[in-house]
C-alpha cells in the first residue's frame, strides 16, 4: 500500500510529513518535486526487487529496473541493470546502465530492446 500526496507549497508537504507521519512506523519520502509517497517504515522498492527475485529464485544479477524518481533509486540500486530516463534527477542517472529517452518518446520500448540484446549475450 502507498499513499502519494501532492501539493504545489513543497514546503507545506514537508511539514505535513514531518508533523503527520515523522514519528509514525511509516516513511515519507518525495517521489519528484510536487509528489510524496508515504509507505510502511522499512518498506522501499529495493526490498521489494529482492524480494520478488528471491521468491520467483531468480538472482539479482538477473534483474532489471526502470524508474524516473528517487523512490526509484533503491529499486535501480538493488538490479543488475537499471534504466532511466533521460530526464530524470541527476543521481538516478549516475547508476543508469542505460539512459533512454522520455517514455513519450519510445524510451521503455529502448530500454525493453537494449534488455533483450543484454540477455542475448
Known sequence: FKLVLTCPDVDA???????????????FAFASRHFAEVVAAGAEKGAAARLLAGRLGVPMSHTMGAGDAMTDYPMLKACAL???PEDAPGSLLDIAAFVMPCCENGG???AFAHALSVMEG
Not at 13 to 27: D, K, R
Open 82 to 84: 537499471a534504466f532511466v
Open 108 to 110: 521503455l520500448e529502448q
Open 13 to 27: 508537504l514537508q511539514e505535513c510529513g514531518e508533523t503527520v507521519f515523522g514519528a509514525s512506523g511509516y516513511h
